[in-house]
C-alpha cells in the first residue's frame, strides 16, 4: 500500500506543478492586457515591472490552485485509466475510493495552504500592489518629442520642433525650435525660437537641458498699475541654455502605508474587527439619530413642556390648538413645517452614512468568506476532475484541458454572479461567495459515485450507437 501510495502522489505531482505554473501564467497574461496601458511610454525600469508582476501575481493563486487541482486531477487519472493501470487496481481488489484517498489527504493540506496564503500573504502582497500601481499611474509618460507636434506634457512648457535626430554621442539634434514659457502661469508671454538645438536628459533623468543656437527671446511684459503700456523686449542670441525639471517625470514610490485603509488588505482577523466596529458604529449613529429625533417634536419641546400620559396628549395638544388664533396657528403649523424639512434632511444624512457603513461592512463579510470558499474550492475540483478522469480515460493535454476550462468556467461565472448578487444586496454574502461550491459539490459526488460503478457516461461512443440504432427502428417503421 506505501508503494501505491506513493506512485499515486508521484504521478500526480508532476502535472500539479506543470498545470500551476501555466494557470498563473495564462491568468498573469490576461491581467497585463488589462494594465499594459498603465504601463507603456512611461520608461518604467524593468526591475519595478518584474516587482509589479510577481505582486500581480500572487494574486492569481487563489484562481490557479483550483484549475491546476482540477486539470492535474482529470490527467493523472486519465492516465491512469488509458493504461488500463485502474482496472489492474480493482483486479486487486482496490477500489477507486482507496486509490484517490492520498490525493484527497493532499487536496485537504494544500486547501489549508491556500487558506494561510489568502490570509498571511495575500494581504500584504495587496498591499505592495496597490502602492505600486499608484505609483505608476501618477508616473508621467517618458519625454517623447515629436517632429511638427506641440508637446504639453512638461508643466509650465509647451515645445515644438519641426526636425530631430540622434547624434553620435547620444543627444539629440533638434531643428526649428519653438519654446513656450509659461511657467509663471500668467499665459504664453514668454517665447523662444531657435534656428536648431541640442537636446541632452541627465543621467537621473530629473532634468533635461536645451542649448539653443541662433535665436530670438520674446517676452511680452506685465500690465503695470501706473503705467498702461505693453512692452515687448527681444533679444537675439548665438547660444542659449535652457534648463527644464521634470520633476513628476521620475518614479516615486509611495508610503504604503496611506493604503492600509482598504480592506482587500485584512486578513480574517482585521476583518472581524473590522465589520464589528463598522456594526457597532452603525447602531451608535442609529440611537443617536433616533434621540435627536425624538427630542425635536414642537409640541413637546415648545408649546408644552409638562408629562402627561399618552392618552391625554392628543386631548390636550387639541385644547391647545383651540386658544390660538389664526396668526398664531400659522406660526406654529410654519415652526413644525420648517422642523420637518430639518428632520427630513438630517434623515436623508443619517440614512446615507448608515447605508454607507452597511456596505462597507457587507464587502468585508465577503471578502471573509471568499477566503474559506476559494481554498475549500481546491478539493471540491479535486472530487470532479478524478472521477471524471477515471471516467473518461484519457490522459494528457487534450480531453483533459477541454473538460478543465468547462467546469472552471462553470466555476468562475457562478462565483462572479454570486459575489455581484451579494454586493448588491441580492443575496447574502455567505449565500453569494459559497454558490459555487454549493453547485459543484454534488457533482463531485455524483461524478464520483459514477465512476465507483464504472459509468460509461462519457462514452461518446455508444450514445453514438443507442441513437444509430433508435433512427434505423423509426426508418424500418
Known amino acids: 500500500m506505501k508503494k501505491l501510495t506513493k506512485f499515486i502522489l508521484l504521478s500526480f505531482i508532476g502535472p500539479f506543478i506543470l498545470t500551476f505554473f501555466i494557470s498563473v501564467f495564462v491568468l498573469l497574461m490576461q491581467f497585463i492586457w488589462l494594465w499594459v496601458d498603465e504601463m507603456l511610454g512611461k520608461g518604467i525600469e524593468g526591475l519595478v515591472i518584474v516587482e509589479f508582476l510577481f505582486y500581480a501575481s500572487s494574486n492569481m493563486v487563489p484562481l490557479a490552485l483550483p484549475l491546476a487541482v482540477l486539470l492535474a486531477s482529470i490527467m493523472t487519472f486519465g492516465n491512469l485509466g488509458e493504461h488500463f493501470e485502474l482496472v489492474s487496481f480493482k483486479a486487486a481488489g482496490i477500489s477507486l475510493q482507496r486509490v484517490m484517498r492520498p490525493l484527497a489527504l493532499l487536496m485537504i493540506f494544500i486547501s489549508f495552504g491556500a487558506f494561510l496564503f489568502s490570509d498571511y500573504v495575500i494581504p500584504v502582497a495587496n498591499l505592495k500592489f496597490y502602492s505600486l500601481l499608484h505609483d505608476i499611474r501618477n508616473k508621467k509618460p517618458a519625454v517623447n518629442i515629436k517632429p511638427g507636434v506641440f508637446y504639453n506634457e512638461i508643466e509650465g512648457y509647451t515645445i515644438r520642433v519641426m526636425d530631430k ?210 481554498s475549500l474550492a481546491c478539493f471540491i475540483m479535486f472530487l470532479i476532475g478524478a472521477p471524471l478522469g477515471a471516467i473518461v480515460k484519457k490522459g494528457g493535454l487534450g480531453m483533459p484541458v477541454v473538460i478543465s476550462i468547462i467546469f472552471f468556467v462553470i466555476f468562475w461565472i457562478t462565483s462572479i454572479t454570486g459575489e455581484k448578487m451579494a454586493k448588491e444586496d441580492l443575496l447574502e454574502p455567505y449565500e453569494g461567495m459559497w454558490l459555487a461550491s454549493a453547485l459543484l459539490l454534488p457533482l463531485g459526488l455524483f461524478f464520483t459515485y459514477k465512476a465507483t460503478k464504472d459509468s460509461d457516461m462519457f462514452n461518446f461512443a455508444a450514445y453514438a450507437a443507442f441513437f444509430g440504432k433508435l433512427l434505423k427502428k423509426k426508418e424500418i417503421k
Not at 520633476?247 to 504604503?256: L, M, P
Not at 415652526?335 to 428632520?343: E, G, K, L, S, Y
Open 165 to 374: 535626430h540622434r547624434m553620435e554621442d547620444g543627444d539629440e539634434m533638434l531643428k526649428d525650435v519653438m519654446i513656450y514659457n509659461h511657467s509663471n502661469s500668467i499665459g504664453n508671454r514668454k517665447l523662444t525660437v531657435a534656428d536648431s538645438a541640442v537636446m541632452k536628459m541627465a543621467d537621473d533623468e530629473s532634468y533635461f537641458s536645451i542649448r539653443l543656437f541662433h535665436g530670438t527671446d520674446y517676452q511680452d511684459k506685465s500690465e503695470t498699475i501706473t503705467n498702461k503700456i505693453f512692452p515687448l523686449s527681444r533679444f537675439s542670441f548665438d547660444e542659449n541654455l535652457i534648463r527644464i525639471d521634470l520633476d513628476g517625470f521620475s518614479f516615486n514610490r509611495t508610503d504604503e502605508d496611506a493604503f492600509k485603509h482598504d480592506y482587500r488588505l485584512y486578513n480574517l482577523k482585521q476583518l472581524d474587527s473590522g465589520i464589528d466596529s463598522l456594526m457597532r458604529k452603525n447602531e451608535i449613529h442609529i440611537k443617536e439619530f433616533t434621540s435627536l429625533i425624538s427630542k425635536n417634536y414642537l409640541f413637546n419641546n415648545t408649546i408644552y413642556n409638562g408629562k402627561l400620559d399618552v392618552g391625554e396628549m392628543p386631548k390636550r395638544r387639541l385644547d391647545y390648538m383651540n386658544n390660538l388664533n389664526t396668526g398664531e396657528i400659522n406660526q406654529v403649523y410654519s415652526i413644525a413645517i420648517n422642523n420637518m424639512r430639518t428632520n427630513k434632511g438630517r434623515s436623508s444624512a443619517a440614512a446615507t452614512q448608515i447605508e454607507i457603513k452597511r456596505r462597507d461592512a457587507l464587502r468585508m463579510k465577503i471578502e471573509w468568506h471568499r477566503k474559506y470558499a476559494f
